[in-house]
């Protein structure tokens, strides 16, 4: 699982804007329970330099966020993403272009609100629950006596923009150092704001009485109106189109214990780096191993033997080139990973094992001491030159695919690929089944059925957080099912980079299931 989905809270639109009387500010108007929520400037329309701004406000569930880092579902700082999304809502207004809209947190606690008229502002809160333009709450008003919300922007942590060219652009932004600071709690959670840039919302100038109290200073202002951008609010019936905090992770696993490679002139010297895993299991849980907990390292000898690890230990290849007269080491250090999960990096050449056959396993001692924890043998295979320009084409099949799954469930899928050009011999056919194809980079998207909405695409750019684990077993990954909507089918479908092409290429097969929910 690399990908989860924080919904929002609260939600809502709060306004300096002229009701339809054009004479009263709908200053105190409150739209918690909204379907859209509304950014915009006018100007000019009252008067030659008259300013009327909308923004709105949207908080997330930081103590989730939190709760998951403590709980090890989201990995730590620097190894997350978090991203910002908020969705355009389609209307028959006009659509402001060309413009940015800045996203800051907001500064003070204060409350989401009944109110629904996006129109006429007629839903005021008079002293009820709810946030406006002039207070945060029934309770407190904003710090600033011109209202529009407290705003946090003293740092490059606290002040995000994107740029928006159609208008019609959804809102998505990279807002992960706010966010570790909510975790942390050096900054209070009360939620972000979202507003057009400086530059953008209308001129604006001191000096104002009476209803005018409301005025953002703003000397430098657009002297043009952008109207006006909508996005779904928390209420939208729409499931995938509510504002959402989305974290993103790498978490896949490259085991290359069934595709090892001995060490090559063919291949650059990292690409002759091979990865082992070692996975503990206590009871059926992962569970760390405690000397390795405390500190003391783990180590990984290879031996050669035709059924178990004979002789002394091999001697691994050296594979920086500003030592080239170090010493080889017969062992790699190995590191922790995650609970229970330890790896390492190791190269050998065939050279190593003069006196094994092609067939004889290698076997992977890990020991901390005198202490010997696990032995693994792994087949290795060498890297032969091609005389023709490889064009593989390859069946797919989901081994453990169900038809319905629940969704609060977290479910894993194996992979099964197997080149479809695999020509066996008489001897593999009568001893063997076709044997599974590693594919090293593979991501997945996922899409309703009913109307082909992608609601998981690729993840394949700088987040690759629809990348595939791999073991000797085969390709797998982990899919949390909280993030689709119960009661339709969905589909999986697969792309696999190619590196001769430079380019990501869609497979044919397509892996249809079901999410419900369940109520017994």
């Known amino acids: 699982m690399a990908i989860k989905r924080y919904r929002a809270d609260y939600d809502t639109t709060i306004v300096n804007a002229f009701e339809p009387n054009f004479e009263t500010r709908g200053t105190g108007s409150n739209m918690g329970m909204a379907d859209v929520m509304e950014v915009f400037s006018v100007y000019g329309r009252i008067s030659s330099a008259s300013q009327e701004l909308s923004r709105l406000l949207v908080q997330f569930p930081a103590t989730t966020i939190t709760s998951d880092r403590t709980a090890g579902t989201i990995p730590g700082s620097g190894s997350v993403s978090f991203y910002l999304r908020l969705f355009n809502a389609h209307h028959s207004r006009t659509v402001p272009k060309d413009y940015k809209l800045v996203v800051n947190p907001i500064g003070k606690s204060w409350q989401e609100g009944v109110g629904l008229d996006l129109e006429t502002y007629k839903d005021t809160t008079n002293g ?85 109290q409301s005025i953002q200073v703003n000397p430098n202002g657009a002297t043009k109106s952008y109207y006006t951008k909508r996005f779904f609010a928390r209420k939208t019936q729409y499931f995938y189109k509510r504002p959402l905090i989305e974290a993103r992770w790498d978490s896949s696993r490259q085991d290359d214990r069934g595709d090892f490679y001995y060490s090559s002139s063919l291949s650059p010297a990292g690409d002759n780096l091979n990865t082992l895993y070692l996975y503990n299991y206590v009871r059926g849980a992962l569970t760390d191993i405690p000397d390795i907990t405390n500190g003391d390292p783990i180590f990984v000898n290879l031996y050669s033997g035709s059924s178990e690890p004979t002789g002394s230990a091999l001697i691994q290849s050296i594979q920086s080139s500003h030592m080239p007269h170090a010493k080889a080491p017969t062992f790699a250090t190995g590191g922790w990973v995650s609970t229970g999960i330890y790896s390492c990096s190791v190269c050998l050449t065939a050279a190593s094992t003069p006196n094994s056959t092609v067939l004889d396993p290698l076997f992977d001692v890990w020991s901390s001491g005198a202490i010997q924890y696990s032995t693994g043998s792994i087949v290795p295979l060498t890297l032969k030159p091609a005389q023709t320009v490889a064009k593989p084409v390859y069946y797919l099949n989901i081994t453990n695919l169900k038809r319905d799954y629940r969704s609060n469930e977290t479910a894993r899928f194996n992979l ?65 099912m909280k993030i689709l909507e119960p009661g339709y089918e969905y589909a999986f479908r697969f792309a696999f980079y190619d590196p001769a092409l430079v380019s990501w290429s869609e497979q044919a097969e397509t892996f249809r299931f079901r999410v419900e929910d369940y109520e017994y």
């Open 416 to 480: 099964y690929i197997r080149n479809k050009n695999w020509q066996p011999t008489i001897y593999t056919v009568a001893t063997n089944t076709a044997p599974a194809t590693t594919i090293p980079s593979a991501s997945y998207r996922v899409y309703r059925v009913m109307d082909g909405f992608e609601a998981v695409p690729y993840g394949t750019g700088s987040d690759l957080y629809t990348m595939l684990s791999y073991d000797e077993s085969g390709n797998y990954f982990d899919f949390d």
């Open 128 to 212: 009820n629950t709810g946030a406006n333009w002039m207070s945060a709450s029934n309770a407190a008003s904003w710090n600033s006596v011109s209202g529009g919300g407290d705003w946090v922007s003293s740092s490059a942590d606290y002040r995000y923009e994107q740029t928006f060219e159609t208008g019609l652009e959804d809102l998505e932004i990279d807002i992960t150092p706010l966010v570790e600071h909510w975790i942390e709690g050096t900054v209070n959670n009360y939620g972000v704001g979202v507003k057009l840039s400086a530059s953008y919302e209308a001129v604006g100038v001191s000096g104002g009485v009476g209803n005018d």
